[in-house]
């Protein structure tokens, strides 16, 4: 693929530089005219301004929750998540024992392409689990709570989604070393051996709006929106099409309903700072196009053992491109609707999660597609 920035597949109609929102962010923070809730409606009223205290870790000068204004139950963090607070469940819970008979009656190519697909989603939820941890301080080391209680709720789903992963390889009797599965793929190892955690762990030393845009476009709209939504789908596809592995089924299903609001976290994020500070925007786009060589690779890599005869399954990976390009092409659409707009509107803005919504249920009318 070219990395020609006019050829780029994400790339919209560019827009002039604008004066950035910066008066919407020092009337945020000032603590005039602040918006209340009261008997369940929302009234606004002027509070005398207060000296903002740090919760940075390690450096507690104050509360946020005991500071005035609180925490704003309406903001998009905070929506989030209360959503993912109604929708628990328990990996433990998946019944993997169908998955160990269909497994152990596919052939060797297609148990070789289910293990290398198993494996690098296993490897990919352990490193997110430990990755998006720089984040977590990094929202912070910024003075926002919500986004801080989200991403506890953010990191824990991810280590749920390792935990199953897991528990389907020791149903099929794949406890061996697994690491042959992911190795021979070099997109992959560039990806998660260097390009997500150097872009997270840069975090832990300069929280700047700038290193956590570069942090959210490799986590939440590479590695998740590009490389993990693609993958699911085409296991969903495979899974759904021929009536196998239920309980993979059950997995990806959980674990879709949970990435919808990390991917809707991580547009709102970027968002958030493309409406501050126009120059952030350049940002999106450079980080964007320094990851799109190895996260196509990670995707042909498993297919590149095939060359010259049908993958198994009849998996096809110029479709499954496609899927990655459309999303991550109207994902980043929406960040790009971000410039010039007004940060307290970014705030409180659903659709960052509309869209994840809108993407499901695109997806949700294929899989039917497929199965009929
Ligand atoms: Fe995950
Ligand atoms: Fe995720």
């Not at 008066?23 to 005039?32: D, F, I, K, M, V």
């Not at 690098?120 to 986004?147: I, N």
């Not at 824990?156 to 020791?170: I, L, V």
Request: hydrophobic residues 40%; aromatic residues 10%.
């Amino acid at each position: 693929m070219s990395s020609s920035p006019a050829s780029t597949p994400w790339r919209r109609s560019t827009r002039a530089t604008r004066t950035c929102a910066t008066a919407a962010t020092s009337a945020a923070s000032s603590g005039t005219d602040q918006p209340l809730r009261q008997g369940g409606r929302t009234v606004t009223t002027t509070l005398p301004s207060q000296p903002k205290r740090s919760i940075e870790h390690g450096k507690r000068e104050g509360f946020a929750s005991l500071s005035q204004g609180g925490l704003n139950f309406d903001s998009f963090p905070m929506r989030l998540f209360s959503k993912g607070n109604g929708r628990q469940w328990n990996p433990a819970d998946i019944d993997f024992s169908q998955d160990a008979e269909d497994f152990a009656n596919m052939t060797d190519d297609e148990r070789w392409w289910t293990c290398a697909l198993a494996a690098q989603f296993l490897a990919g939820e352990e490193s997110v689990t430990q990755d998006l941890q720089p984040f977590v301080a990094a929202m912070a080391a910024e003075g926002r709570l919500a986004d801080e209680m989200y991403l506890t709720q953010f990191v824990y789903e991810e280590a749920k989604h390792t935990m199953g992963f897991r528990r389907f390889f020791d149903a099929v009797g794949m406890t061996g070393d697994l690491h042959e599965f992911i190795e021979f793929n070099d997109g992959y190892m560039e990806i998660f051996t260097k390009q997500l955690p150097d872009s997270l762990y840069a975090l832990a030393n300069d929280p700047s709006p700038r290193n956590q845009i570069r942090a959210s476009v490799t986590y939440n709209h590479i590695v998740e929106g590009t490389l993990a939504l693609t993958g699911y789908f085409a296991w969903s596809k495979v899974c759904t099409g021929r009536g196998i592995l239920p309980g993979i089924q059950k997995l990806i299903k959980h674990i879709g309903d949970d990435e919808r609001r990390h991917m809707a976290w991580g547009t709102f994020t970027c968002r958030r700072h493309v409406a501050a500070d126009d120059a952030m925007w350049e940002v999106v786009d450079e980080r964007m196009q320094e990851l799109m060589v190895p996260s196509m690779g990670v995707v042909t890599a498993t297919f590149d053992k095939y060359e010259g005869q049908d993958p198994p399954f009849a998996v096809d990976v110029s479709e499954m491109a496609e899927y990655a390009m459309d999303k991550l092409g109207r994902r980043l659409g929406a960040i790009e609707s971000a410039r010039g707009a007004n940060l307290l509107d970014i705030d409180v803005d659903a659709s960052p999660e509309l869209l994840e919504e809108k993407f499901h249920a695109e997806d949700q009318e294929q899989l039917l597609a497929a199965a009929s």
